[in-house]
């Protein structure tokens, strides 16, 4: 059936390296793939998304890459900052499902040490 | 900035009891979604609203749920008689054309 998987499950970094959080996707015809981010007893906020026909896009120090014939889309982190520590959670939309219905990932719990 | 609310933050309610949570999506969207997160567990999709009627729905979304847009601002979600198991983080959802879907704060929903 569809899914998601991501890994890893969680991730510690030292503030200023990078993190990288990857996805993997079931179904070929997915196009829409957005990230968001999760911190404690919030609501997920979208940090970055991007569409089928782009390989990858950039907003400051976050990147996304996507690889349609591997089936995987992976989230880039550079310069880590202690506010970047949250729960990422990737999702995905499939062929055949209403717009805006996203499979997500299980999540990545991102903690930055100074 | 326009951001999607949701009330009330906590709901605590016994078990067979009906429970109503409220949204109020950002106001120039035409799609809404409810999902749910189960503590510890990813987000699961519940239902998609576009219309005045259900796009979509999964199968966690069974006859005890029931969606509603009662006026032109809020999108209600209605569990009939609630279940130990319906404790949950129900988070509303909306979108605009564009297709960035923006999510609320929650409303940590606890059955006892």
């Known amino acids: 059936g569809e899914n998601v998987e991501q890994h890893p499950s969680t991730l510690s970094v030292q503030e200023g390296d990078s993190a990288v959080i990857k996805c993997t996707y079931s179904?070929?015809?997915?196009?829409?793939f957005p990230w968001y981010k999760q911190e404690l007893g919030k609501g997920p906020q979208l940090i970055i998304d991007?569409?089928?026909?782009?390989g990858e896009k950039k907003d400051q120090r976050i990147a996304v890459t996507l690889n349609k014939t591997a089936k995987h889309f992976s989230l880039h982190i550079t310069e880590t900052q202690p506010e970047d520590s949250a729960v990422y959670f990737c999702?995905?939309?499939?062929?055949?499902?209403?717009?805006?219905?996203?499979?997500f990932g299980a999540g990545t719990q991102v903690v930055v040490t100074p | 900035e326009p951001e999607v609310t949701q009330t009330p933050s906590h709901q605590v309610t016994q078990m067979g009891q009906e429970v109503i949570l409220r949204c109020v999506p950002i106001?120039?969207?035409?799609?809404f979604y409810w999902y749910r997160q189960i503590l510890g567990q990813k987000v699961e999709f519940l239902v998609s609203?576009?219309?005045?009627?259900?796009?979509?729905k999964s199968e966690i979304f069974d006859d005890q749920f029931s969606v509603e847009r009662p006026d032109g601002s809020n999108f209600t979600l209605k569990i009939r008689s609630t279940k130990l198991e319906d404790s949950a983080m129900y988070f509303c959802?909306?979108?605009?054309?564009?297709?960035?879907?923006?999510f609320g704060p929650g409303t940590r929903l606890t059955v006892t």
């Open positions: 959802a909306s979108r605009d054309f564009a297709g960035e879907q923006y």
């Open positions: 179904d070929s015809a997915s196009n829409y």
């Open positions: 991007i569409r089928s026909n782009v």
């Open positions: 999702a995905a939309t499939f062929e055949g499902d209403s717009w805006g219905k996203f499979q």
């Open positions: 106001s120039n969207h035409l799609y």
């Open positions: 609203f576009y219309n005045n009627e259900i796009s979509e």
